[in-house]
């Protein structure tokens, strides 16, 4: 069976939030639907979207496990963003979380540091 993920970010500013996200993936959309949602292709057949909903803005959780956290990251960090949150779990998994200006939050984890 196959599946298609498409994780929603419901937001209050699209204007806003579109300049965000292009910063936090590093990347312009890989599409628009209409004029108040916008498409990125995290991988193949996976996708998180924004869309203005002011009712609903604030909501999201995401986490996206990527195979170098350090190198994402470091990318994230030169486009002018920081993270809200730092933690490894005691397996030594890490997740390093970033928050949208509606409260949206979107996380990125990786394995243990190398060491």
């Not at 929603?8 to 910063?23: F, I, K, N, Q």
């Not at 002018?80 to 490894?88: A, F, H, N, Q, W």
């Not at 005691?90 to 509606?102: F, I, L, M, P, S």
């Given at each position: 069976?196959?599946v298609?993920?498409?994780?929603?970010?419901?937001?209050?500013?699209?204007?806003?939030?579109?300049?965000?996200?292009?910063?936090?993936?590093?990347?312009?959309?890989?599409?628009?639907?209409?004029?108040?949602?916008?498409?990125?292709e995290?991988?193949?057949?996976?996708y998180?979207?924004?869309?203005?909903?002011?009712?609903?803005?604030?909501?999201?959780?995401?986490t996206?496990?990527?195979?170098?956290?350090?190198?994402?990251?470091?990318?994230?960090?030169?486009?002018?963003?920081?993270p809200?949150?730092?933690?490894?779990?005691a397996?030594?998994?890490?997740?390093?979380?970033?928050?949208?200006?509606?409260?949206?939050?979107?996380?990125?984890?990786g394995?243990?540091?190398?060491?």
């Amino acid at each position: 069976m196959a599946v298609d993920l498409f994780a929603g970010v419901p937001v209050e500013d699209y204007t806003a939030a579109l300049s965000w996200y292009e910063r936090l993936f590093g990347a312009p959309p890989a599409f628009l639907p209409n004029d108040t949602e916008a498409v990125w292709e995290l991988g193949e057949h996976r996708y998180v979207y924004i869309e203005q909903r002011p009712g609903r803005a604030g909501n999201a959780l995401h986490t996206l496990f990527v195979d170098d956290l350090d190198a994402r990251v470091a990318g994230i960090t030169a486009r002018g963003l920081r993270p809200v949150d730092r933690e490894t779990y005691a397996n030594g998994v890490r997740k390093v979380t970033y928050e949208d200006r509606d409260g949206n939050q979107i996380g990125f984890g990786g394995g243990p540091e190398d060491g």
